[in-house]
């Protein structure tokens, strides 16, 4: 029956994986439901509340009567305030015309995948990279092409390396600084040792996957657009999702040359028009905002890095780098590959972490779905209570 109903769909669809990160949340859900206690490490998401100064400024939206369709690439004084944003904390400078306003950082990246690539251009993705990339990419006839990289140069990519991968046929280039899976942060030098490498070939596109830029535990943020040979030839995406807690309220933004801009407003009218009139509105007042309010979030994040890497360092098996950003932690578990846990063989990450989801109640991702099978993702955007625990179960889960 399975079969017959897949026949009609589309191949586009078929051939489509479904996003790993939203698969688990899912399963582990459904655990939930059925009375499991799930300890949920899976998803990309905060767990503390929107700041009250956002919230007053949504609720004020709703009570001056926001409620009309905005203009596809997002209301005038919300770019003024990614401008202003833009400038304050990357020194990019950008006008109302290089700005478009999306329901998430994910449209924005559809919409330039969509707009950029034809059938059989090549994407660079130093892996591991977002689960979406690939599949982003291949849904436009892109090709993603996955450069490797390993825990012990912190799943960084070299100007070597990236040179490597260049072909006729590159049109584009996609990463996260700092970086999810990883947690890993390019500096200045590192970007510009890229930047060097990407030069002699005007044709790719970089998009420059910002989103977690303000957790960030090196006080050091660097954007390829901040390089003027690169300006003309880097999308910077944003939003307010993860330094806000702001993930439902799908808001995402992107600074861009002009004519790609222009391209995705025009693709973003056929297939959603603008972003929700309240999310934008509070996404204003989130922006105009310095940072500073939300450093209670970065600090939290920081002492629980520092918890869950105590805990990690006494597991067998986990060898595990030390993340300079985001709220992940992506060990490497090939220790455990061929080994026979509880009576279930582990052959992969997905064994392991479909293991750990089954044994120790804990929900991680595959680092798979990241482009390295020998990783898992941890996040640690939880309790310190949650997180002591979760580690207790999996040390016990593993002792057998």
Not at 352 to 367: D, P, Q
Not at 383 to 395: G, H, L, P, V
Request: hydrophobic residues 40%; neutral net charge; glycine residues 6%.
């Amino acid at each position: 029956m399975h079969n017959i109903m897949n026949q009609k769909l589309s191949n586009r669809i078929n051939d489509m994986a479904t996003s790993a990160t939203l698969a688990m949340a899912a399963k582990a859900r459904e655990l939930r439901q059925a009375g499991v206690n799930i300890i949920g490490l899976s998803l990309g998401e905060p767990d503390f509340t929107v700041p009250d100064f956002v919230k007053q400024s949504a609720i004020k939206a709703v009570e001056d009567n926001y409620h009309s369709y905005t203009p596809v690439d997002g209301y005038a004084d919300l770019k003024q305030a990614i401008i202003t944003k833009f400038k304050r904390d990357n020194s990019l400078t950008y006008t109302a015309s290089q700005i478009v306003v999306s329901t998430g950082a994910k449209q924005s990246l559809y919409n330039l995948a969509q707009v950029l690539l034809n059938p059989g251009d090549e994407v660079l993705l130093p892996a591991p990279y977002w689960v979406s990339y690939s599949d982003i990419s291949k849904i436009a006839g892109g090709v993603p092409v996955e450069i490797k990289t390993a825990i012990d140069t912190d799943f960084k990519v070299t100007a070597q390396e990236l040179e490597k991968a260049i072909t006729p046929k590159t049109k584009m280039m996609i990463y996260s600084s700092p970086c999810n899976p990883s947690g890993s942060v390019y500096s200045t030098q590192e970007l510009r040792a890229l930047a060097d490498v990407l030069v002699k070939y005007p044709h790719i596109i970089v998009i420059s996957d910002e989103i977690y830029e303000h957790i960030n535990f090196t006080q050091q943020h660097a954007s390829m657009a901040q390089f003027e040979d690169m300006y003309d030839r880097t999308v910077t995406v944003n939003g307010v999702s993860k330094a806000f807690s702001m993930t439902g309220w799908r808001i995402g933004y992107i600074g861009a040359p002009e004519y790609i801009a222009r391209a995705c407003n025009k693709m973003q009218g056929q297939v959603t028009s603008g972003a929700n009139c309240i999310g934008q509105k509070a996404a204003v007042t989130a922006l105009e905002n310095s940072p500073s309010k939300i450093k209670y979030m970065i600090d939290a994040f920081k002492e629980r890095r520092s918890l869950i890497l105590g805990l990690l360092e006494h597991m067998d098996g986990f060898k595990i780098n030390k993340p300079q950003g985001a709220f992940y932690v992506f060990p490497d578990i090939s220790y455990y590959f061929g080994k026979t846990l509880r009576g279930t063989t582990i052959n992969n990450a997905t064994d392991f972490s479909l293991f750990l989801l089954e044994n120790a109640k804990v929900a991680t991702v595959t680092g798979e779905a990241f482009g390295d099978p020998n990783c898992i993702r941890i996040s640690y955007a939880a309790s310190n209570d949650d997180i002591t625990r979760a580690m207790k179960q999996i040390k016990e889960a593993l002792l057998g």
